[in-house]
């Protein structure tokens, strides 16, 4: 079974400067995808980035870009000037390319954005 | 963009009470929805998969009769939890992926707050 595993259970980060969230993953398979999902205290889940494993160059979206190390099994968040709307639980997700589309969610990231 | 909607965004029911949570996809087909449980300050746990026309696939650990789930039509999933109690309180949230396209991610329902007292 995979697994997603989030090891920074809280950051924080001056507003307009940048932070770097971590996450890991463990699977035996080749082809599948990575999301990151911001969770703000609203608990919308709201997906922020996503990556093909398959896709060597790494994802950007806006200020959020991931630095994807598929050897490493590595997929972290960048967050270049940092908003205060940012601050929101961050979560990590793993899924299957094909077959059952469930995500696999790590523990989650609690990001505060400092004024 | 794909929306989905979740009602009733909060619920508070005495225990022994049955309650039924919806789960919608206003402008395109599912034909797979999931349904999964937060406690506070943790993670989304998938409970189970909801698949349009056929029977719900539940995570280990998932009580089938407790938790029923019934997905009639390819914008319609319910969660209905059965004779609640207390330790079923808990937020619950439901997605679904766009039918007949594939690689498409999860859309998120806005969450049900379920308090049992």
């Known amino acids: 079974a995979q697994t997603v595993t989030q090891s920074q259970p809280e950051m924080s980060v001056q507003e307009a400067e940048t932070v770097t969230l971590s996450c890991t993953y463990d699977?035996?398979?080749?082809?599948?995808?990575l999301f990151w999902y911001k969770q703000p205290p609203s608990r919308q889940m709201i997906l922020v980035i996503r990556q093909e494993a398959y896709k060597q160059q790494n994802a950007t979206e806006n200020r959020f870009s991931v630095n994807f190390q598929k050897a490493a099994k590595s997929f972290s968040l960048k967050i270049s000037d940092s908003q205060l709307g940012d601050a929101a639980m961050y979560f990590c997700a793993y899924r299957s390319e094909g077959g059952s589309e469930k995500l696999v969610f790590g523990k989650g990231t609690k990001l505060t954005v400092n004024p | 963009g794909a929306v989905v909607s979740q009602h009733p965004s909060r619920v508070i029911c005495k225990s022994g009470t049955s309650v039924k949570i919806e789960c919608r996809s206003l402008?395109?087909?599912?034909?797979?929805m999931f349904w999964y449980r937060q406690f506070p300050k943790q993670s989304l746990m998938l409970m189970a998969t909801s698949n349009e026309g056929s029977k719900a696939t539940y995570e280990q650990g998932v009580e089938k009769d407790k938790f029923l789930i019934n997905h009639a039509s390819l914008t319609l999933s319910t969660l209905t939890v059965t004779s609640a109690h207390p330790e079923d309180s808990s937020f619950y949230i439901c997605?679904?992926?766009?039918?007949?396209?594939?690689?498409?991610?999860?859309?998120f329902g806005d969450g049900t707050r379920l308090s049992i007292l």
């Open positions: 699977t035996s398979e080749s082809d599948y995808y």
């Open positions: 402008d395109f087909q599912a034909t797979t």
């Open positions: 997605s679904a992926t766009r039918q007949g396209i594939s690689n498409q991610p999860q859309h």
